[in-house]
């Protein structure tokens, strides 16, 4: 099997408000106040792109401090994604292919995960879960492979929880709003090249 060579390669603001010297004016049989709607999580779209520098075409970068993916194209080009990817000493780096490609995948987590969490996943440890909305999978995925390795049951997935995007929370994969993977599912070809960028930071 052939495989292209890769290119190796805000600032959060905190105020706090102190109040002094202010007593409350409600009486003990005042209702407060109701408590405001939880607001919609927005995930930026994927959007197109000017490059830098030039990266090989139709290959997938994924750089994890930035929770971005790139899908790169001819001309310096590329399709950005906004993602999460996996929390501290789960996030694994390196040059991996596609192996595979599913559509509403089954799941079954890994001896590790059962082992770390057990109340969590034990219950699927024997026949797993099949595919569907609530999947951990979401409605497609990328599976990673290497060669001398085969499958490292590491997935370019997608998922139902918008509000895990641009955080590092996952067991070591790459994911992706549900819309957003299957757009990225139908421009990735099988065998395409995948590059996982090391952290900056192996502490998040």
Partial sequence: MKRRNVLTGGLGLAATGLLSG??????????????????PVMVPEPRLVQLP?????????VFPDQFR?????????????????????LYESGEFYVG??????????????VE?????YEQYAEEGMPGGPGNPLGARALYLFQEG???????IHGTDDPATIGRAVSN???????????????????DTLVKLYPK???ST
């Fill in 22 to 39: 202010v007593a409350s004016a409600h009486s003990d049989n005042t209702a407060p106040p109701p408590a405001p709607e939880a607001q």
């Fill in 53 to 61: 520098y030039q990266i090989t075409p139709y290959e997938v970068h």
């Fill in 69 to 89: 993916l790139y899908w790169t194209l001819p001309d310096r080009t590329a399709w950005e994604y906004p993602i999460r990817v996996g929390r501290a000493g």
């Fill in 100 to 113: 595979a490609k599913k559509e509403w995948p089954s799941w079954t987590p890994t001896p590790e995960m």
């Fill in 116 to 120: 770390r969490e057990p109340e969590k």
């Fill in 149 to 155: 390795r085969g499958d490292t049951f590491l997935r």
């Fill in 172 to 190: 070591g994969c790459a994911g992706l709003t549900n819309d957003q993977i299957v757009m990225l599912y139908d421009q990735v070809p099988m």
């Fill in 200 to 202: 900056l930071d192996p």
